[in-house]
């Protein structure tokens, strides 16, 4: 086992193809079906919204998708991201385990969101698309695509959740430094929108709101494209070069991962991470732990129903099967807005009824109380999101203490925490509460269901 500190890789180590974890399932997700006849759908009806390849790709079989040169030039900005292990949090904890974890906080828009922008953007180019339009909760995604936006020559619209629009001007400062032009969501300038606005003046927004508000902006015109910044399988797909640096990364550190751990939003930062040693375990074997940790405020894995159900509040996008809340669930409102999403990455949802992926949640004061310890070890303050995996991670840890077990644990840094310093004001001031779900309202968006032969 290596002594050091940082694994670096050097820029040709660049992982030139992208792992799609389709090519070793024990059996295929369930079928994306069409609203309306709840049959199959097929790539032309996803073609008002993406671009060809990025739809290819959303089917795609084959094990390794190959990372267009002028891709893997834009990531050579801050890849290969490093893989540090956490001594001094080790220390701190007094803990027999091996703690890793890769950093995506030192991309340019602080967050893993950049791997899928720039390749999103580099697609619709490539295809002659003039204008993006795409959602945004905390504004990571919005950033992260406003960023490709101006590295490709693309325009850029984002309709941003209310509550976030309102509580982060600065997000709203940095997407238009690149360019961006950002909306609040719910808006006057959709149906979607207004439908919204006239049921509930008052709405703060939700990430599935402002999916609709995008989606329906993009079908209108032709030289405009919609792009996600998580859930789907392409999305997934452009986030395993996380995982696949690491890979190289613990043979560098001579060790390799007992347990990998990710917070979940939609999904990909944490399939990033995991989907290339989930592989692994698929066509090798072994006996890896994987955890994917979700706020007890959104809880879509631990507590969503796995069943067909929308995309978006507004009911535009195609059927999928994931682990749901319900379309017109909206989470209260705390700190991690990017893991206040619905559903759950169809492919995330299939490896936990496969038993591939553990589950578990954690409420937000207590994802605080581990977020500053790390910081205090480890000199990087983290997003609200990566909280999460970090109080798994040092559960896990004490664990090991108590069993006298030395386990080697990888986690997802999935970006830095700089823009959310309100949410670490209240918690040092002690304004930070637990947020519950409203029983009811889950219990309503559940029974609203769509129904599927
Ligand atoms: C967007 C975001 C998330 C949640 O999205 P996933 O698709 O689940 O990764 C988590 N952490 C950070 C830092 C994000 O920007």
Redesign the pocket.
């Known amino acids: 086992m290596s002594d050091d500190v940082k694994f670096s890789l050097s820029e040709t180590d660049i992982p030139k193809s992208w792992y799609n974890i389709m090519a070793d399932l024990p059996s295929p997700p369930p079928p994306v079906l069409h609203p309306g006849t709840k049959q199959p759908i097929g790539p032309g009806d996803l073609a008002p919204l993406f671009p060809m390849a990025v739809i290819q790709q959303e089917v795609s079989v084959e094990r390794e998708v190959e990372i267009p040169e002028p891709v893997r030039d834009v990531y050579r900005q801050w890849r290969p991201s490093p893989l540090y292990r956490a001594r001094r949090l080790e220390q701190a904890l007094a803990t027999p385990a091996r703690i890793y974890y890769k950093y995506e906080g030192l991309s340019p828009a602080g967050?893993?969101?950049p791997n899928t922008a720039i390749a999103q953007a580099y697609y619709n180019k490539q295809e002659g698309v003039k204008r993006i339009t795409t959602e945004t909760g905390?504004g990571?995604?919005g950033s992260a695509l406003a960023i490709a936006g101006a590295f490709f020559g693309l325009e850029i619209e984002v309709f941003m959740v209310k509550v976030s629009f309102n509580q982060k001007p600065y997000r709203r400062a940095f997407m238009e430094t690149f360019g961006a032009k950002c909306v609040a969501s719910p808006s006057e300038l959709t149906e979607a929108g207004r439908a919204v606005l006239k049921a509930h003046p008052d709405s703060t927004g939700s990430l599935g709101i402002a999916i609709s508000e995008a989606v329906e902006m993009a079908a209108q015109r032709d030289d405009t494209k919609y792009a996600l910044?998580?859930?789907l399988n392409h999305v997934l797909l452009h986030q395993t070069v996380i995982g696949l640096e690491a890979q190289r990364q613990f043979e560098l550190a001579n060790d390799y991962p007992d347990m990998v751990i990710g917070?979940?939003?939609?999904?990909?930062?944490?399939a990033g991470i995991a989907f290339p040693f989930i592989g692994e375990k698929l066509r090798r074997g072994g006996n890896i732990e994987v955890i994917a940790v979700e706020p007890a405020a959104c809880p879509s894995l631990t507590k969503g129903t796995y069943a067909y159900d929308f995309g978006d509040t507004g009911h535009l996008t195609p059927l999928v099967k994931m682990h749901t809340l319900g379309s017109t669930f909206v989470p209260p409102g705390f700190h991690a807005g990017?893991?206040r999403y619905h559903g759950m990455a169809p492919l995330v949802s299939h490896l936990a009824a496969l038993g591939e992926i553990k589950p578990r949640a954690y409420q937000q004061v207590e994802c605080f109380a581990a977020g500053v310890e790390f910081a205090r070890a480890e000199g990087i303050l983290p997003?609200p999101?990566?909280n999460h995996a970090i109080k798994a991670v040092i559960d896990e840890a004490v664990k090991c203490k108590k069993a006298g077990t030395g386990k080697a644990i990888l986690f997802n840094l999935?970006?830095h925490g700089h823009f959310d310093m309100q949410a670490y004001s209240d918690y040092m001031a002690g304004k930070l509460v637990d947020q519950q779900y409203d029983e009811s309202e889950l219990a309503m968006a559940l029974a609203g269901l769509p129904s599927v032969a």
């Open positions: 967050s893993h969101k905390a990571q995604w910044g998580s859930v917070c979940t939003g939609g999904g990909s930062n944490f990017g893991l997003a999101e990566a999935c970006g």
